[in-house]
């Protein structure tokens, strides 16, 4: 079949698959902080495996002086800078009150910055904060810590405070240089902001330096793509998020009404943008990882691939992972493996639980043993574009099922099949969403009657 009608026939809703089970599948009716907690403490207990004690902190910073329309975060927008120390105060509490359920110091492992814009805190604000966790915890030798940076408020100041305190990656949404998209999308950041932001991180230490960039956005071209990626190859970024704009204005309201259907590429052109922007990332030397990534052979996210230890989770593909991922401040998503929980969205609510000594959380998942399972699988197919069910701990009973669904695009060339094994072929690759899709089994139960998910195309 050709390559644009496998792009229609597969271009279908589906998830990105940062969790299994998605979002919208969790059952919050059987959820309770009890069990949240419980789940952790599973992992925390004292025993002879190595790093037992290490976690992951992901922290949202939800302030933003102005919408980019094209964002799905939890956002909040205002140019008061009053509000970022009631809410590292909020943070250091809420870190509190988790080393308290830990019942030991833990382990900082990974420590990621998300927003938001984080670089809308001051740089002394962000170090306070800093400061303020490494009294609640501890840092790993070996750590690794990474913020979102925006290119045009990312001052010197920030990197060096942040360097200091340990920081050797950062990412700079970039999304597309041309000047109408970027009004349509109202993320107004010149070529010579990012250059500045990439270059003095690489003066003050960074060992990785990211860029986003964004492939469907409204008005944008395939010339926007290929210019877009030509000037980021001219700065040779360590790694690079290429992926697909969701267009979720049901989910996101007024944040992604700037523009109509009507002004957003069509499938097969996106599909052109992706396949462009990707064979100028290759031919520059980058390597695909993943889903919609690309690194540079020297960087921690290519070594991970080559050593299979990729991870994906909330905060996209990471080089390791530990057992606990502990998400603070509004909308922030926790993950100890059995089970996840998201915080409440709103500062309001965030602040009057945390002063009624509550965590903040307001909806979660526990695991059942076929999740645990599905999880496994997808999480293979998603990093490392295969899985296998050799053993039976890999093994659930509706295997044969999802492997007859996946019999058609074994005949168009997107995967391949043997006695216990599945691949993704090169060509399935940009389809992986859709190979997830069949092991999906609370998705296949109850197939969603309203929209849910973005294009997997």
């Keep these: 079949m050709g390559h644009l009608s496998l792009v229609s026939k597969y271009n279908v809703p589906g998830p990105r698959y940062t969790s299994y089970p998605t979002v919208p599948y969790w059952d919050s009716d059987s959820f309770s902080i009890d069990r949240w907690t419980a789940s952790i403490q599973k992992h925390f207990t004292v025993s002879n495996t ?3 004690n290490h976690v992951s902190l992901y922290i949202h910073l939800p302030f933003c002086e102005s919408m980019c329309t094209f964002c799905g975060c939890t956002k909040r927008i205002t140019k008061n800078h009053l509000v970022e120390r009631p809410y ?25 910055l998300g927003g938001g814009t984080p670089t809308f805190f001051s740089a002394e604000n962000l170090e306070e904060l800093l400061i303020g966790i490494f009294t609640l915890a501890d840092k790993a030798a070996d750590a690794e810590f990474s ?3 925006h290119p045009n408020n990312t001052t010197k100041e920030h990197l060096k405070k942040l360097h200091r305190n340990g920081f050797t990656r950062v990412c700079y949404g970039v999304q597309d240089y041309n000047e109408a998209v970027q009004k349509a999308i109202n993320r107004i950041q010149p070529f010579e902001n990012v250059a500045r932001a990439t270059n003095e991180a690489r003066a003050v ?20 793509v290929i210019a877009t990626v030509h000037k980021t190859i001219q700065l040779r970024p360590d790694r690079i998020a290429f992926y697909s704009y969701a267009h979720v204005p049901w989910i996101k309201g007024n944040g992604q ?37 690309f690194a540079l052979p020297s960087d921690d996210l290519y070594k991970a691939q080559q050593e299979q230890r990729l991870h994906r989770n909330f905060m996209g593909y990471t080089p390791s992972k530990t057992d606990i991922m502990i998400g603070l401040g509004v909308s ?23 002063r009624n000594d509550t965590l903040p959380v307001m909806r979660g998942h526990i695991l059942n043993q076929e999740d645990l ?34 019999e058609e695009m074994q005949q168009d060339g997107l995967l391949t099949i043997s006695e216990n094994t599945l691949t993704v072929t090169e060509a399935g690759k940009p389809f992986v969403r859709n190979v997830c899709l069949p092991f999906d089994l609370r998705l296949q139960r109850k197939i969603p009657t309203t929209k849910l998910f973005s294009m997997t195309v």
């Design 50 to 52: 190595p790093k037992n």
């Design 88 to 112: 590292i105060m909020a943070l250091l509490k809420e870190l509190a009150m988790y080393t308290e359920i830990l019942g030991q110091k833990p382990v900082i492992q990974q420590l990621h």
């Design 147 to 149: 913020f979102e940076g």
């Design 205 to 224: 230490g960074y060992t990785s330096v990211g860029h986003d960039i964004i492939f469907g956005l409204p008005f944008q071209t395939n010339e926007h």
């Design 257 to 293: 009404r700037g523009y109509s259907e009507k002004n957003l590429p069509s499938p097969e052109l996106k599909r052109l943008q992706y396949e462009t922007g990707k064979e100028l990332l290759l031919q520059a030397g980058y390597v695909e990882i993943g889903m919609d990534h």
């Design 332 to 354: 922030a998503i926790g993950d100890s493996w059995y089970g996840f929980a998201q915080n409440v969205k709103t500062l309001k609510e965030y602040y009057e639980l945390l």
């Design 373 to 406: 399972i599905i999880r496994r699988h997808i999480l293979n197919l998603m990093c490392h574009f295969k899985t296998s069910w050799n053993s039976e701990s890999t093994q659930f009973i509706e295997l044969p099922a999802v492997l007859s669904k996946l």
